[in-house]
């Protein structure tokens, strides 16, 4: 049974005529006929009686007409929903996001989209990077929005956005007089760091790498999963950090930290994408609408 089946019943059923169904339907009489018998043959059931030259629905027929509507109108109703689909009228976009994009670099971005696509439904997920690409490959989400380095063959992933990174230390902490850090070097302030897996973690672990220092000589005084933990224990004093200027702009402003005179780590935000999955539409036009936002600065 096909649907172009289903379509010719239904017109011959309506007018009850053969010519005048080949008519509406912009085909010839033969091949109306042939539908209908090839429909009734494979099922072995008669939906018409033939009286002369009339052609009339039988008990059969009669039963099987609300059956044959249904199945046409539920493929309407797909067809509908493709086109609504393919036009942005509907749709979700998932998003599974890693902390400081998340909280910083993402929430703008939405709103915009949202204005700009209001029936697709936005799914999001946060995690560090790792979890992040997790989801990712496993298919929880279809963009991955990260701020450390993923290397995983299932996944594609490109350059998104330019971060800056900056020590900063609380109010009363030495190295807020200028020069006191240069001379003293990562190895002489504690550190409270984001844990092992996060985008955060990993520019510290490459900043002081490319300083020629090992981990294992620093005082890493506290590791903690999340920023706003890392920056309230070193507001209250406890050593440095290691953070987003965005995450740590506000604080600065207040005077409840201070940028250290070190070199500033300059980071990427990369997007996640599974290389063999879907891409969906609403994707796209998210993909779309921050690239154009990007090159109009």
Not at 27 to 44: D, F, I, K, P, W
Not at 99 to 108: E, F, N, S
Not at 212 to 232: F, K, Q, R, T
Request: glycine fraction near 10%; avoid cysteine; charge should be neutral.
């Amino acid at each position: 049974m096909t649907l172009e089946q289903l379509r010719i019943f239904l017109a011959v059923a309506e007018r009850q005529h053969i010519t005048r169904a080949a008519e509406g339907l912009h085909m010839t009489q033969s091949a109306v006929s042939a539908a209908v018998s090839a429909l009734e043959n494979r099922h072995g059931v008669t939906l018409f009686d033939r009286v002369g030259r009339s052609i009339v629905l039988n008990e059969a027929g009669r039963t099987f007409l609300p059956e044959a509507q249904a199945v046409l109108d539920r493929a309407k109703a797909a067809q509908g929903a493709l086109d609504d689909l393919s036009r942005l009228l509907r749709g979700r976009l998932s998003v599974m996001a890693s902390q400081t994009v998340a909280d910083y670099w993402l929430p703008r971005r939405l709103v915009a989209y949202r204005q700009m696509h209001p029936r697709i439904e936005l799914d999001m997920a946060f995690g560090n990077t790792g979890q992040v690409a997790d989801g990712v490959e496993s298919g929880l989400a279809e963009l991955g929005l990260v701020e450390g380095q993923v290397n995983r063959p299932a996944l594609s992933v490109d350059l998104l956005d330019q971060d800056e990174m900056i020590v900063v230390v609380g109010a009363g902490h030495a190295w807020t007089e200028p020069g006191v850090a240069q001379a003293a070097g990562y190895g002489g302030t504690a550190w409270v760091l984001r844990e092992t897996g996060s985008g955060t973690r990993a520019a510290f672990d490459g900043m002081i790498a490319r300083a020629g220092i090992d981990a294992a000589a620093l005082d890493i005084a506290m590791v903690l999963p999340g920023n706003e933990a890392v920056l309230g224990v070193v507001e209250a004093g406890l050593g440095a950090t290691l953070v987003s200027r965005a995450v740590a702009r506000a604080r600065v402003v207040a005077g409840l930290l201070t940028v250290v005179d070190l070199p500033i780590v300059r980071r990427s935000f990369y997007l996640l994408r599974h290389k063999e999955r879907y891409r969906t539409k609403a994707a796209e036009a998210f993909l779309a609408m921050v690239g154009s936002a990007r090159a109009n600065g």
